[in-house]
């Protein structure tokens, strides 16, 4: 069954946008009395029916509805700087959208090499890795925030910053506690100055290993993503 996205629903009637509805008519030819499946990207999944297949303003009438859908115990916010390459940090987006993250900040350091991010862009690539994973919980996005003040702003009950400086660090799955939350930053290429780690670790942020490879920036995020999950399955 199709998956489509609508950002705030209430009652029982709900409007594709029309880029959904061209999908749905044109696209896919769907027509009255097909089903479809549609979240709200804050928990909630509907399972809905077409009444009027409409190309720009398709309706739908709900039919199911289930709230909170895939709710985990703890939250996921990844701090990052983006990557030189585009491609690159667009597909840690989607991958940990996949794979399951509740907030993005990308951040801005001494050693970025990127210095603007397209957020009208990086929000549909989002939506549509939500949309193909099946998840109901749409990640927020935050503007592009120097380090510092990412510092100075963040909370957390387990904050993390990995990094590739020498000295010992424990890996990350061995300081994760299930159930809590977790902020972690991820350098940019070049990675975190030294500066900035003791910044970060002023801050409370712990220092932490992601294994002995050398990764790249998304990488890197991707792995923190999938480790963090395992521990709280």
């Known amino acids: 069954m199709q998956l489509f996205y609508v950002r705030e629903i209430t009652g029982n009637e709900i409007v594709?946008?029309?880029s959904e509805s061209k999908h749905a008519i044109r696209v896919l030819r769907l027509n009255t009395g097909d089903k479809v499946q549609v979240v709200d990207g804050a928990g909630g999944f509907y399972t809905a029916e077409i009444t009027e297949p409409h190309p720009?303003?398709?309706k739908v009438s709900v039919l199911d509805a289930q709230k909170d859908f895939g709710r985990h115990s703890f939250r996921l916010h990844i701090a990052i700087a983006p990557t030189k390459n585009n491609d690159r940090f667009e597909w840690f987006l989607e991958k940990a959208t996949e794979i399951g993250i509740d907030e993005i900040t990308p951040l801005f350091c001494e050693h970025s090499e990127r210095k603007t991010i397209k957020p009208d862009r990086l929000e549909k690539i989002l939506v549509s890795a939500m949309k193909q994973s099946l998840k109901s919980w749409l990640p927020k996005?935050?503007?592009?925030i120097p380090l510092n003040e990412f510092l100075q702003i963040n909370e957390g009950s387990q904050k993390f910053i990995a990094h590739c400086n020498e000295g010992k660090k424990a890996h990350l799955k061995e300081e994760i506690k299930k159930g809590e939350n977790v902020t972690l930053l991820i350098g940019p290429e070049?990675?975190?100055s030294l500066k900035e780690v003791e910044q970060a670790r002023a801050a409370g942020f712990r220092e932490i290993s992601l294994g002995s490879?050398?990764?790249r920036t998304e990488t890197a995020g991707i792995v923190a993503c999938h480790i963090v999950n395992l521990v709280n399955e």
Do not use: A, I, M
């Open 16 to 18: 594709l946008d029309e």
């Open 56 to 58: 720009k303003k398709c």
């Open 141 to 144: 996005l935050n503007p592009l």
């Open 190 to 192: 070049g990675d975190f």
């Open 213 to 215: 490879s050398r990764l």
